[in-house]
Nanobody, 121 residues
Framework: QVQLVESGGGLVQAGGSLRLSCAAS????????MGWYRQAPGKQRELVAD???????NYADSVKGRFTISRDYAENTVYLQMNKVKPEDTAVYYC???????????????WGQGTQVTVSS
């Protein structure tokens, strides 16, 4: 069984910074992709940023230049450094991962429980 546990959410003023963490644990052989999504009230869940096993990254246009995604491969953890946050960044942020659970091709794809980020103006 695999778990994704997020931390680091909270209340921050516009222009401030916040760092989210997501640690994967359980039956993990190797991790392919990890990423962050967010869902604001009344809106669909959207990709914020993701990072692939080779290190390549992808960002939503709305966060480019402000947010940075990174991984600690040894700790199976992904981070989202959020700088110059805006009120429109307010949402529940979810960690997502696609990983291999064994060397025979067994895989797992799932979500964390979510962490609330609220940006005050």
């Amino acid at each position: 069984q695999v778990q994704l546990v997020e931390s680091g959410g909270g209340l921050v003023q516009a222009g401030g910074s916040l760092r989210l963490s997501c640690a994967a644990s359980g039956s993990i052989f190797s991790i392919n992709d990890m990423g962050w999504y967010r869902q604001a009230p009344g809106k669909q869940r959207e990709l914020v940023a993701d990072i692939h096993s080779g290190g390549s990254t992808n960002y939503a246009d709305s966060v480019k230049g402000r947010f940075t995604i990174s991984r600690d491969y040894a700790e199976n953890t992904v981070y989202l450094q959020m700088n110059k946050v805006k009120p429109e960044d307010t949402a529940v942020y979810y960690c997502n991962a696609f990983l291999w659970i064994d060397q025979n091709g067994g895989s797992w794809h799932g979500w964390g429980q979510g962490t609330q980020v609220t940006v005050s103006s």
